[in-house]
């Protein structure tokens, strides 16, 4: 049950306050919206916790769905405007919080996740240079970043990327090559000052 | 640029070939579900309890402080041996003096 009419017709129903309607979409969705919020934040606590929210506004607001795009386009859309806004929520909280090193601002917890968390899809032997590229792509602009997110990493087409990001191919395609060059120029800064 | 390092560049890029997807916990539903039906019990200590903590246990280390520090005739005892011992003995001069060696 992936079709996008099936998807619709779900959301049609959850709108009407359909629970199983409503369950039945968060399976066949549950995949992309997770792992889109992995790309962004890279571990699985935070990105559960974005998910947990798109689905919130999935079902509180499933009248803002309108048909002008496909239900995965607009929930694609969704999740990445809350993996930014949980982004920009959480670098804020680090410029002010002086007990960062010890409790998680927004949640209270103690803190004990690695500072650099690694993607639990990297396969093992390219985890090294995964979490630098990571690294990199963390740097890169909120545009630049969500549209090589969602083609490398998560292998949609440009014309979906286009339609996610409420843009043209043509920009999406532009987007990709910045997000390229940047990349390269700050690993080859990486390469100069770590290796030898 | 050197081709060591070109090549290191493109491996960099490249090192998300073949990402895996994952899963979300299975749990993750029913904590969505708690959450529409606002049944949510946190899993996690609140930032009130937190800070609370940390009150508790600065009070507690300031009270310490103040008594180990800020009140130190307090916490002395006047008490000199000579009255241990007579207190000990069961003894009760009026006086510290045991006895008066200007008398008899």
Redesign the interface.
């Known amino acids: 049950m992936t079709d996008s009419s099936d998807l619709s017709a779900l959301l049609d129903a959850t709108r009407q306050g359909n629970?199983t309607a409503f369950?039945r979409f968060?399976?066949a969705t549950?995949?992309r919206v997770?792992?889109t919020a992995?790309s962004y934040v890279r571990n699985?606590e935070d990105?559960?916790e974005i998910?947990?929210d798109v689905?919130?506004t999935v079902?509180r607001s499933g009248d803002a769905f309108r048909g002008d795009a496909s239900v995965t386009t607009w929930l694609y859309r969704i999740t990445v405007n809350a993996a930014l806004d949980f982004l920009k929520h959480k670098k804020r909280q680090k410029r002010f919080a002086f007990?960062t090193t010890l409790?998680?601002?927004?949640?209270?917890?103690?803190l004990h996740e690695p500072v650099d968390p690694m993607?639990?899809?990297?396969?093992l032997e390219?985890q090294e240079?995964?979490a630098?590229?990571f690294r990199a792509i963390d740097t890169l602009p909120d545009k630049q970043k969500t549209a090589y997110i969602l083609t490398?990493?998560e292998g949609l087409p440009q014309s979906e990327v286009a339609a996610v990001m409420a843009s043209s191919v043509g920009a999406v395609e532009s987007l990709l090559q910045r997000a390229?060059e940047n990349?390269?120029k700050q690993?080859?800064d990486w390469?100069q000052s770590n290796?030898p | 640029?050197e081709p060591e390092?070109e090549k290191?560049?493109n491996?960099?890029?490249r090192?998300?070939?073949?990402?895996?997807?994952?899963?979300?916990?299975p749990f993750?539903?029913a904590?969505?579900?708690n959450?529409?039906t606002g049944r949510e019990v946190p899993d996690?200590?609140?930032?009130?309890?937190?800070w609370l903590t940390?009150a508790s246990f600065s009070l507690l280390a300031l009270l310490n402080w103040w008594i180990a520090v800020g009140k130190p005739d307090a916490v002395h005892s006047p008490t000199s041996p000579l009255s241990s011992m007579a207190t000990e003995m069961q003894l009760y001069p009026t006086t510290d003096q045991l006895y008066d060696t200007w008398t008899e």
């Open positions: 629970e369950h968060y399976d549950k995949s997770f792992n992995l699985r990105a559960e998910t947990q689905f919130l079902f007990l409790f998680d601002t927004h949640t209270g917890a103690v993607h639990p899809g990297v396969v390219n240079q995964a630098i590229l490398r990493i390229n990349l390269k690993l080859a390469y290796r | 640029m390092k290191w560049i491996d960099v890029l090192s998300l070939d073949g990402l895996q997807r994952a899963e979300p916990n993750l539903y904590k969505i579900y959450r529409l996690r200590v609140s930032l009130r309890t937190a940390v």
